[in-house]
């Protein structure tokens, strides 16, 4: 884990007064919380002789993961050390609730959380994110879940600190969920995963409301930071080693629209690519019916925009998609790949399918199994449809039967998988630029790289080589991924 150099790193948490009370203006009101919490921890080291370990979980989309990153730099600036282990004295959940899957694993993992609490009576459990913000499972956690000791929402993230506070002085359960906020604090600490690339939050929430998505009923409405902030974070990332970014948000392409100064996604990117030692530039996640032509010109002239574009499609049937208040019909998300590809020929495009939205027939599937054929996406994420309550889709008649679900995802599973090899394999035999991101898990003495395109490939290495850009001849295409070797740098 590294921690991110920021101003709020010349912050001295040792220095900080720690008046009667807080400050009320933010991020200062959070340093001093962790002002405090860091003097608990002291007081846990000399009773213990040695010091607390926290263990953050995360559940959910690349979002979450950032925010996950922003508790880990919190926990350890509070002077936590970190760990996978989840029989740790302090671990967090941080939740996703897009699909009943996601919600059920976390149920799961808080039964063995209790068993290693009744052997370790001082554990501290806590859950954040987007399954908080459901009441339904919070009236659940409070019946049946009483041994979680902190529970806080999407909206409230930054005050971590002052909610980690409250339970480690009082002891008592502390649960603090905000229907909405209109808040962004800047400047509290991140610890990344990877030295050398970062998401980056640019907006948060969504206003889209396709019919079967809880996300902004959880994640509240579009809000875009101020262009500024950004580019100064990518600078300060930059500056302490990284040289790939991740531009994150719900729909990227509708940022800025709603600031005092409107600036668009592709006036961003464009100012992005002005950093110097910034090499490579990814965003997710695009919604089809906002990519601007500006957007497509941006990234054509671009060479630090990589070569990879995550376009949900969702249905290929055009009566769905309308159920699906995608706004867009099944012609003109063929004809915007068509002008993309027309454009940039080596973009790859992978995309997100969701079979067995209510009414879905098996010609609506053979519909999407067109697109797919059609299209030739480099991947695609094939989800079965998952009711989420309070969302018009699961007021909808018609849900459709478990069993056709079952057969409609196999075989479109099948066809996804048929075209991404044939589409992932056409640069077999070439060389290419890759990122090496980390050792191999199961062969030490592999590495694992990213091409520009985001494809995966293997390569004979070791750890001095992750971090660094080598090219790579490409030599044997297994489906999604490529097993190659090093060429040079
Ligand atoms: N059921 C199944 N898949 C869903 N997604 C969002 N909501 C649902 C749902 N209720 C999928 C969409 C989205 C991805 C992140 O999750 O495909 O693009
Ligand atoms: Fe959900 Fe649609 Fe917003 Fe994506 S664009 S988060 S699918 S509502």
């Not at 956690?141 to 999407?154: A, H």
């Not at 930059?238 to 709603?258: A, F, I, P, T």
Request: aromatic share 8%; charged share 30%.
């Amino acid at each position: 884990m590294y921690m991110e150099e920021k101003i709020s790193d010349k912050i001295d948490l040792d220095k900080i007064e720690i008046y009667p009370e807080p400050p009320a203006e933010e991020p200062a009101r959070q340093y001093y919380f962790m002002a405090k919490c860091r003097n608990l921890v002291k007081k846990f080291e000399r009773e213990n002789g040695r010091i607390p370990k926290a263990c953050v979980v995360n559940f959910g989309c690349q979002m979450n993961a950032r925010d996950s990153e922003k508790l880990a730099g919190i926990l350890e600036t509070i002077g936590y050390g970190q760990t996978e282990e989840e029989n740790a004295d302090f671990v967090i959940f941080n939740t996703c609730t897009v699909r009943d899957n996601a919600n059920q694993r976390v149920y799961g993992r808080l039964g063995e959380l209790k068993w290693y609490k009744k052997r370790n009576p001082g554990m501290k459990i806590a859950l954040c994110g987007c399954m908080m913000q459901e009441e339904s499972v919070i009236e659940k956690l409070k019946k049946s879940y009483s041994f979680v000791d902190l529970i806080f929402g999407t909206h409230n993230i930054y005050k971590f600190a002052e909610l980690l506070y409250t339970l480690l002085e009082t002891g008592e359960r502390v649960i603090d969920i905000w229907k909405d906020t209109d808040k962004i604090v800047e400047e509290l600490p991140v610890e990344r995963k990877y030295p050398f690339k970062s998401g980056i939050n640019i907006m948060f929430g969504c206003n889209n409301f396709c019919s079967y998505c809880i996300v902004p009923y959880v994640r509240g409405r579009e809000r875009s930071r101020q262009p500024e902030d950004i580019l100064n974070e990518i600078r300060r990332l930059v500056k302490d080693g990284v040289s790939e970014v991740m531009l994150l948000g719900q729909n990227v392409n509708s940022y800025g629209r709603n600031l005092d100064r409107p600036v668009t996604f592709a006036q961003l990117l464009q100012e992005t690519e002005k950093i110097q030692g910034l090499r490579r530039i990814r965003f997710m996640t695009s919604h089809p019916k906002d990519l601007s032509d500006e957007l497509i010109d941006v990234m054509a002239s671009s060479k630090k925009i990589c070569r990879h574009l995550h376009l949900p499609l969702q249905s290929g049937s055009t009566r769905i998609l309308e159920k699906m208040n995608r706004r867009y019909t099944k012609e003109q998300y063929v004809e915007l790949v068509h002008k993309i590809r027309s454009r940039i020929p080596d973009m790859a495009i992978t995309t997100d399918i969701i079979v067995g939205f209510p009414g879905e027939t098996r010609e609506d599937l053979e519909e999407t199994m067109d697109v797919v054929r059609t299209v030739k996406f480099d991947n695609a994420f094939t989800f079965i449809y998952s009711k989420r309550t309070g969302t018009p889709a699961a007021a909808m008649e018609n849900q459709v039967p478990k069993e056709q679900v079952k057969e409609g995802f196999d075989r479109l599973l099948k066809v996804v998988q048929d075209t991404a090899r044939s589409q992932v394999g056409r640069y077999q035999g070439n060389v290419m630029e890759a990122l090496i991101e980390e050792v191999n898990e199961t062969d030490a003495g592999l590495v694992t790289g990213r091409l520009s395109n985001n494809t995966i490939v293997h390569v004979p290495g070791d750890a001095s080589m992750v971090g660094t850009y080598v090219q790579v001849s490409l030599d044997e295409c297994h489906g999604f991924y490529y097993m190659g070797h090093c060429v040079g740098i």
